[in-house]
T-cell receptor, first 115, second 114 residues
Framework: KAGVTQTPRYLIKTRGQQVTLSCSPISGHRSVSWYQQTPGQGLQFLFEYFSETQRNKGNFPGRFSGRQFSNSRSEMNVSTLELGDSALYLC??????????????FGEGSRLTVL | AQSVTQLGSHVSVSEGALVLLRCNYSSSVPPYLFWYVQYPNQGLQLLLKYTSAATLVKGINGFEAEFKKSETSFHLTKPSAHMSDAAEYFCAVILPNTGNQFYFGTGTSLTVIP
């Protein structure tokens, strides 16, 4: 069974540009969450999608957005990039939200560098 | 809001020594608790989880953790460290039936000295 797949794995952008990251969850998983990981802040929750609907959103500016498609694949977009957006962006999937186990399966992440 | 505190951003142990990574949470109700491990250039992998069953939880690779409600703690231990245990460890909490919004600690980097 394939794991969570994130693309691209590495990318470099300049300030002011925008970026789109993609995440394919484990087959059968319908919930996708996104996290930003930085050395100083650790993992910060961005948002969660289930059945193409955003269920939860973290405390990030509106430049950060996402969506989920009918096949459960998800994308996140960051517009008007800032230097502080440099981070590892992790996608995680689970069978359904609100399950008692709450276990997340993580992808390897997309490392974004903003110059 | 939930918070998770991991005491010690860096921990070093000798190979074969006890590993103890500390995690405390703040919650008015008992949360579900997790330990994840992250190896370099990889995503997070679940080590173990507590979901209101037995308070002593055994995970993969010889790790275990004990939920202590009175201390609001969920410390991770392993009797004998191995070189392959060197990684970043994250404690996380989630309130039951609140979706998948995890709250992660800032992580503890474990170094194993040969």
């Amino acid at each position: 069974k394939a794991g969570v797949t994130q693309t691209p794995r590495y990318l470099i952008k300049t300030r002011g540009q925008q970026v789109t990251l993609s995440c394919s969850p484990i087959s059968g998983h319908r919930s996708v969450s996104w996290y930003q990981q930085t050395p100083g802040q650790g993992l910060q929750f961005l948002f969660e999608y289930f059945s193409e609907t955003q269920r939860n959103k973290g405390n990030f500016p509106g430049r950060f957005s996402g969506r989920q498609f009918s096949n459960s694949r998800s994308e996140m977009n960051v517009s008007t990039l800032e230097l502080g957006d440099s981070a590892l962006y992790l996608c995680a999937s689970s069978l359904v939200p609100g399950s008692n186990t709450g276990e997340l399966f993580f992808g390897e992440g997309s490392r974004l560098t903003v110059l | 809001a939930q918070s998770v505190t991991q005491l010690g951003s860096h921990v070093s142990v000798s190979e074969g020594a006890l590993v103890l990574l500390r995690c405390n949470y703040s919650s008015s109700v008992p949360p579900y608790l997790f330990w994840y491990v992250q190896y370099p250039n990889q995503g997070l992998q679940l080590l173990l989880k507590y979901t209101s069953a037995a308070t002593l939880v055994k995970g993969i690779n010889g790790f275990e953790a004990e939920f202590k409600k009175s201390e609001t703690s969920f410390h991770l231990t392993k009797p004998s460290a191995h070189m392959s245990d060197a990684a970043e460890y994250f404690c996380a909490v989630i309130l039951p039936n609140t979706g998948n919004q995890f709250y992660f600690g800032t992580g503890t980097s474990l170094t194993v000295i040969p």
